[in-house]
């Protein structure tokens, strides 16, 4: 099991930056990957960014330059830096842990409100 409890959401004005945590229960070295996955309104939930529990980073093209994944293992905990922020990034951000044994298993934080004004 895994739980995560996410922060860092918020209003900003366009070209604004935020900062989301995701701090993990358990050791981040021993969860495979972690990410965040955004879901606007009348949009399906989409991938934003994700590392492996080796360092390995994965961007979303429409975030590409823009968003910063980063892990601080000592506190169990994946930053998301998000600068240069547009309207279109508005959305539920929502954190992900998989962890595979037999089978994958995801867990997902409560979601954190980013709205981004133009």
């Known amino acids: 099991q895994v739980h995560l409890e996410e922060s860092g959401g918020g209003l900003v004005q366009a070209g604004g930056s935020l900062r989301l945590s995701c701090a993990a229960s358990?050791?981040?070295?021993?969860?495979?990957?972690m990410g965040w996955y955004r879901q606007a309104p009348g949009k399906q939930r989409e991938l934003v960014a994700s590392?492996?529990?080796?360092?390995?980073?994965n961007y979303a093209d429409a975030v590409k330059g823009r968003f910063t994944l980063s892990r601080d293992k000592a506190k169990n905990t994946v930053y998301l830096q998000m600068n240069s922020l547009r309207p279109e990034d508005t959305a539920v951000y929502y954190c992900?842990?998989?962890?595979?044994?037999?089978?994958?298993?995801?867990?997902w934080g409560q979601g954190t409100q980013v709205t981004v004004a133009s």
């Open positions: 992900n842990a998989i962890v595979v044994l037999t089978s994958r298993n995801d867990y």
């Open positions: 358990r050791s981040i070295t021993s969860i495979d990957v």
């Open positions: 590392t492996t529990s080796v360092g390995a980073m």
